[in-house]
């Protein structure tokens, strides 16, 4: 038996992914984009590989994962590592996270890489972070940043093959150490469309995507001007300009794509000026609210009286 364990953060994007281009096996963005790696929300997962196996399993939160996702996801992953290391092995994942699977706070992108890096070591692979984030990806986009810590970049490329589309750091997690990330719980229900069929919904029918595509081009360098310079109310504004231009382009999907609710809405009215903070919201209703630290208890008060259930608070992670 081969074992390997390995422990990744969940990351929120700041420019986000929403869209693909070429193969839509192989995860490639339209467009480059920007995350920062979320210290509070990890995932660890051990890989065994194991002779007696007939097919691939994976256990999430002591729940086994159904055939069909255990093939789309995890199988990805671990037939490019089996290909790679020439085994024909299949593998028990054992995963764990500290926070709610499917209320869009990115469990899969955490779990795909702790999935990677844990695989990795069990067949005692060498490979580099690059490659790493190449194999992430493979199995869920988002993962691919989730390889690393701090501020990460994930260059779309332009191979269909996908061999220059992979994840770098920008900044290391303590760059801004001011920064945090204020994450409301209000809502822990699953969500009715997956980001994949989502993605696949928007690029077929928005007609406002190329604009959307323009807009993350002219201000990409902007942002990362924004936490280079460590600018707060630069960085508030245009985290949530990049949140709003992708619900824009779900809400003008057809069928509309709606992964916002009353709460979500409140919580624009309620920072949208981008003062004290910045929100983005992911698909789905919670969002994360980035602020500084001396601003946390302002922004706590809001939430409550705004009806939070919970409030997760999350610095950056230094990575995997
Ligand atoms: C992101 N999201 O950039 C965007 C913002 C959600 C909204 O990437 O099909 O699970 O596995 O590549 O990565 C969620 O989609 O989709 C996502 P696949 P993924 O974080």
């Not at 707060?232 to 916002?260: E, G």
């Amino acid at each position: 038996m081969l074992e390997g364990e390995a422990e990744a953060p969940s990351n929120i994007a700041i420019v986000k992914y929403w869209g693909k281009r070429g193969d839509p096996k192989l995860n490639l963005p339209l467009n480059d984009s920007f995350s920062i790696s979320l210290d509070a929300l990890k995932v660890k997962t051990r890989v065994t590989f194991d002779k007696s196996l007939m097919k691939d399993e994976v256990i999430i939160n002591g729940k086994k994962l159904p055939e069909d996702k255990t093939v789309e996801y995890a199988g990805k992953v671990l037939n490019k590592l089996r290909e790679i290391s020439g085994t024909k092995i299949y593998a028990k994942v054992e995963s764990y996270s500290n926070f709610p699977e499917s209320a869009g706070l990115a469990s899969s992108a955490a779990g795909i890489a702790a999935l990677t890096l844990a695989s990795a070591k069990a067949l005692g692979l060498s490979l580099d972070t690059k490659e790493l984030s190449i194999i992430a990806r493979i199995g869920s986009g988002s993962a691919c940043r989730s390889v690393f810590g701090g501020f990460v970049i994930w260059h779309a490329g332009t191979s269909d093959k996908g061999d220059d589309s992979f994840c770098e750091s920008m900044f290391p997690y303590d760059h801004w150490e001011e920064l945090v990330d204020i994450i409301p719980i209000f809502s822990e229900e699953k969500k009715q469309v997956s980001s994949r069929q989502g993605m696949k919904l928007t690029t077929t029918s928005s007609a406002l995507l190329k604009c959307r595509l323009d807009f993350v081009n002219n201000t990409f360098t902007d942002v990362i001007e924004s936490v280079k310079n460590r600018n707060p109310q630069r960085f508030f504004q245009l985290t949530i300009r990049h949140s709003n231009s992708m619900h824009a382009v779900m809400l003008d999907s057809f069928p509309p794509l709606i992964y916002l609710n009353s709460f979500s809405l409140d919580v624009i009215r309620a920072f949208g000026d981008g003062n004290i903070a910045g929100y983005t919201f992911d698909a789905g209703p919670n969002p994360h609210i980035f602020t500084l630290r001396k601003n946390l208890n302002v922004v706590k008060e809001t939430l409550d009286k705004l009806g939070a259930k919970k409030i997760i608070i999350s610095g950056i992670s230094p990575g995997p």
